[in-house]
């Protein structure tokens, strides 16, 4: 086996091919958000707007094309290239955006939104940033991307109330179609060409292992814990700006409330990060994120009547929203085998997106026909579903994802080294994929023989 060099830090080519992604997915994020915390006051303004139903159905829209793409975009890139689908999806997401802001009633913004879920690119994002970086550099490349979604959220629910007053809904949906196009041009001239293309079993869904993947309970939870989350998030937005207005509070000042209970919720969300993650109480956490998402759910129910009611549940909403977005992507990690992973994530990516569509249009639903608090109702039971399932669920170990280039070697030479590696003190998991030339290896936090795992891998310190 050839010697291996192994750096600590990512190379200028990674920071540049990191950043340019991220860009990419963060611009595409906000424009999917930024009309959260507005639309539903908008959509009176439209022919057919005052139903509910329809306004849901136009918040959710894109996720469920973006459900139905996804998974497919991300195939189509290892055989036709990375930057054409991605430039495709960019084009169409504009052409949505577009169609939106020039929309003469309610039924030409569901389609502008279907077609903005439509350029669903994240699959062929992260495929592409799989090939652009070293597998010692990957997780690193990943949690940048996660972290831009965090922010593009954060950012929307404060900038998106502004804007709104400023440009105005149409005025929003404009600027997002115009950021997609000059995401176009980050994607030509800013992100380099990847030298060798192809399949990554840590970033990408693979239709064989897609059975294995949907038969594991623990992913399973976790899965419907995604959807639920998300499908709550769609439902509140149908109604929390009504709610907010109805209690006296204009529409360009709801970033007054939004900006103080986002702050406050990442001030308290980093201690608990920091003891699930570094003091391996991952699941005690992840519980009382679940209990104190239902709880805040409970106080919306009782108090979206109410000015403070509303301020109080959002604070608890996002400290629980914040930690559980955060956790659960790592919890994949933990808990999908190693070789599987991207189809693991594919899976629970499409459970998110299939969770904003369904909250969507039953919260439109609701809230038209039964009325707000049955909104909330709706994300007690998921929330409350979820919980239980949440009791039974593994305790994950305290552990981390380590991947090496080996070179492409045959299965025998594959067993034979993942069977080495296997018995390494503190390797928890091991598989080597031959034809991709990687190994991949679940190890504990504290107390793996790094060293002698790199002694058989050649790798020096």
Known sequence: MAEITLSDNMTRAERRATSGLAAIFGLRMLGMFLILPVFALYAHHLPGGDNYTLVGLTLGMYGLTQAALMIPFGMASDRIGRK?????????FALGSFVAAFATDIYWTIAGRALQGAGAISAAVTAMLADLTREEQRTKAMATIGSTI???FAVSLVAGPALGHLIGVPGIFALTGVLALAAIIVVKVW??????THFHADAEANPARLADVLRDPQLLRLDFGIFALHAAQMAMFVVVPVALKNSGLPADQHWWVYLPVLVGSFVLMI????VGEKRGKMKPVFIAAVALMLAAQIGLALGIGHFWG???ALFFYFVAFNLLEASLPSLISKLAPVSAKGTAMGVYNTAQALGLFTGG????WLAQHIGFPAVFEFCVVLMGAWLIASLSMTAPL??????FNVGVMDSDQAALLKTRLAAVAGVVEAAVLAEEGVAMLKVLRAGWDEAGARAILQVPA
Not at 84 to 90: D, Y
Not at 191 to 196: F, G, H, K, S
């Open 191 to 196: 992100i380099p060409d990847p030298v060798n």
């Open 271 to 274: 201690p608990a990060i920091i």
């Open 398 to 403: 305290a552990i981390r994802t380590r991947m």
């Open 310 to 312: 509303i301020v109080g």
């Open 84 to 92: 054409k689908v991605i430039i495709f999806g960019l084009i169409l």
């Open 150 to 152: 965090g922010i593009a």
């Open 361 to 364: 249009v039953v919260g439109g």
